[in-house]
Every structure is written in structure tokens, then in C-alpha cells.
């Protein structure tokens, strides 16, 4: 049977999602609009522990989910109109849209454009025509924005959920997970399927290899006696507000097609590094070999590129680039294939590494993510100094392993800490990074918490006891 978004009763004891933040939020709810929630949604977000840039090239990932979230609390109504309300109201205005003409601004994206991805893409997917149900929503986010945990992730996933609930539908979580990755590309960022397959299929308890082509997720059993502490930088990035999340998309891609096209591939129909490797029938480590045979560390010129797949450069701005990267002139593409190719083969070594239950285990694991880190800083180039530097401070306050996680270029870093080690990690961490900073001191108490793997997506009914 397909494995569908469980529905649950109003949970009546303190849990994960807690109790009392419903209550509040359906108190926020009826000062609002007037009336009771029929139901609410939520969708956590996500800490990828290894496997970074990788999902848009068609590898694998090591995520797990967090217990920060987005909830929404729903009425549908019979008006056509969806009405938008946050918690946070001093930072995210109210927003009305009707549901037959969404309009999401791609330029200068806002909460509510993202709202409107996820129902937006639930409406096209399940051919909803008018009449679209109309709904109230308040919504209450508790992923840090820009912070590289998946904030946008989680309230495109919980938007498209409570849509496909009010409509009286239901679709398994595979399908919800893959098109949530599709209309999240809405705003305009080329995102891979991770975010959205974790927030879906996540279980409490396991972090989960997750497979694309068809889309799968393993559970992986992380070893006893250690724990993932999440620090954020305090530097936001929103991947969605500039150009080099697309950049290194496009990077691939080009760098994908001139492996193929050297190799006498049909090289114009190869989009991801993936596909490259496993038409060649290579493996990781001799895939790696190939980006050193053929590709150069200089960084390619767009002539040198039109060059070598022999294409008008005017074909190139409009096939290739998009508008967010019409302006780049150059590119990494060594760097960046090499990054990928050994990053696909390091989320391998772990999974293998928590399935075989090696004595040595945790060591192994946290040379992996320390190897990751220094692959997305000197070859993807996806981190910044603050980042780096807060990986450092966590490594000499005793993590086993500490990389960037998520897109990077600010955000959080996540830590791999003995369990009984964590107090004093944390007091540690405090005290060199945060405590550095008047600015960063006074975010430390969101900013550096210890975490669990987390329960994926879920609808609660207020009226049947869980
Ligand atoms: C963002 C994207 C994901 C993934 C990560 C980097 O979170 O949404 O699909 O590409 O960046 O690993």
C-alpha cells in the first residue's frame, strides 16, 4: 500500500510538536479569522548530515528531519480567495490571493510567494479546476530563514499538504515529496529533491539515505553514543535572493556535457554528472579520474565553452544560462565535477560505514564530514569565512566531524559530538564563536542546539483524540 501522509488526532500531551504551540496557534487563529481550524498541517525541515549540491546531479543524500517546522492551522471556506496569516506578524504581513490567479514574484521572493508555490503545484498536479476550496491559514514557522535547514522547503511542502487536504485528496508521500521539489523551482531556484523528500518521508529515530530516479529513502541507523549539534553562523543566505546557488547548477550541467561530449556520448541530452557516469559505466573513484583527464582547473570562458560543444554563444546565454545566471562569465567546472563525483562517494562510505556497525565508526564518519566540509569550501566554494571558521571552533571544542550543511554560503554547520560530551561542546562553542560577537551572542539560544532525527510530515485532525 503507498505510503501516505499520516492523519492524527490533536496530540493531548506534550510531544516533538507540542502541545501548547497548537493550542496558541489555534488561539492566534480564531483572533483572526473569527472561527476554529478544521485541520492542520506540518512539514519539519531537514539537517543533511553528508551529501551536499549532489541531488540536482542525481546522487544520493544523508539527510534527517528536524523537529523545527512549519504548522499550519486551516479553515476552508467557499470564497475563491486564500488568506494568509503569520504568527510572526511583524515579520511576514498578511497576504490574500484568489485561488485561481496565483502570481509568485521570482525578483525579490517573500513568504507568501512560497506558500504559493506549494499551491500552486498542488492545484496543476491534481488538475484541480475551479472550484479551487478557499482557505484561512495562519502559519508558524520555527526553521531559522536563510539558515541552510530548509525553511523555504518546509512551507512549500506544509502549503502543497494543506491544499491536497482541503480538496479532500490524498497522495503518497513520494509523489507529494517529488512534485513539492518541482513547484519549489517556481521562485526560480534549481533545487534538487532533497529537502523535500526528508520533510515527507522522514521517521523518527533514523536519518535516511535518500535515492533519486525513482525516489527511495533507506533508513539509516546512525551509531550509539553520538549526537548532531546544529550552530548556525548567523549569516543568512537566501539561495532564492541571488545567483550562485544556479550558478553551480549550470556548472554541472555544462561540465556534465563536455564529459559526455568527449567521450562520444549523444552529449546533448545529458543533464546530470550521474547519468555521465553511469553511461560510461564508471565508478565514483574513476569517474574523479575522468573530470582530471579531461577537464582543466582553469576556469572556462563562455567561448571556450561554445567552443567545445560547438554552439552559438546566443544559444548558449538562452539555453544554458538562465536569467539569474545571464551575467556569469566563468566557470569552475574541475572544481565543481570533482566535488561532486567524491561527495556521491563519501555519502556511500557512511551509509556503508553505519550498516557494517565498525567499532571505529564514529571516528570514520567524522572524517567524512570533515573531508565534505573541504570539499565544498575549496572545490564547490559554497561556504564563507564565518562558516569556516565556526566549523573550526567546533572541531577544537571536540566534534568528531563538523561541515557546512544545507546550500552554504552562510547558514548552519552540523557536528558530529560524542553524547556524553555534548555539555560541554556546547559551553565550548558558546563561549568561541557566539560569545565573540554581541550580534551572534544574543542569537546563541536558537543558534546551537543539540538534535534528533525527527518525524516527517503530518496532518492533525482538532476533534479525534490521538
Ligand atoms: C538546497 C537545495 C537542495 C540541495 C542543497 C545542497 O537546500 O534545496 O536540493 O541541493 O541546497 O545540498
Known sequence: MADKVPVVGFPTVQTDQGFERLKKLAEKFKEK?????????????????????????????????????????VA?????????????????????FPVNNVNINKDSPQWQ?????GFLGMTEHLKLSSPV???????????????????????????????????????????????????????????????????FMAHKGTAKLIDFNPLKATDVYLPDGI????????????KAASSEFNTRVVECRIATQILAKQKGLQWASFQHLGDVQKALNLSLPQAV?????????????????????????????????????????????????THVFSEAGRVLSFKHICDEADPQASQKLGKLMNESHTS??????????????????????GALGSRLTGAGWGGCAVSMVPT?????FLVKVKKNYYDKNSTKAAMVGKSLFATQPGTGAQIYLPNIAS
Open 289 to 337: 579520474k575522468l573530470v582530471k583527464e579531461i577537464l582543466h582547473k582553469e576556469p572556462y570562458t563562455r567561448s571556450e565553452i561554445c567552443q567545445i560543444l560547438d554552439m552559438k554563444e546566443e544559444d548558449f546565454v538562452s539555453n544554458v544560462l538562465s536569467s539569474r545566471t545571464a551575467q556569469v562569465q566563468s566557470f569552475k567546472l574541475f572544481q565543481r565535477a
Open 227 to 238: 549526537s548532531f549539534v546544529i550552530s548556525n553562523s548567523c549569516v543568512e543566505k537566501n
Open 76 to 96: 476552508t471556506t467557499e470564497s475563491q480567495d486564500v488568506l494568509l496569516s503569520n504568527v510572526k506578524s511583524e515579520l511576514y504581513s498578511d497576504f490574500v
Open 133 to 199: 476550496r478557499g482557505m484561512k491559514c495562519m502559519v508558524d514557522g520555527t526553521v531559522p530563514p536563510s539558515s541552510g535547514l530548509s525553511s523555504s522547503s518546509a512551507l512549500v511542502c506544509c502549503a502543497a499538504l494543506v491544499t491536497m487536504y482541503a480538496n479532500g485528496k490524498s497522495l503518497p508521500k513520494n509523489e507529494l515529496a517529488d512534485m513539492c521539489a518541482k513547484c519549489e523551482r517556481y521562485i526560480g531556484t534549481q533545487g534538487g529533491g532533497m529537502d523535500q523528500a526528508i520533510s
Open 113 to 117: 510567494d512560497y506558500f504559493q508555490c
Open 376 to 397: 565544498c569550501r575549496d572545490m564547490y566554494e559554497c561556504s564563507c569565512t564565518d562558516l569556516d571558521n565556526l566549523v573550526s571552533v567546533c572541531l577544537e571544542a
Open 420 to 424: 556524553n560530551h555534548v555539555m560541554d
Open 33 to 73: 479569522f473569527g472561527c476554529e481550524p478544521n485541520f492542520y498541517g506540518r512539514a519539519p525541515g531537514r539537517v543533511n548530515l553528508i551529501g551536499e549540491h549532489i541531488d540536482y546531479c542525481g546522487y544520493s543524500v544523508l539527510p534527517m528531519a528536524i523537529e523545527q517546522d512549519v504548522v499550519i492551522a
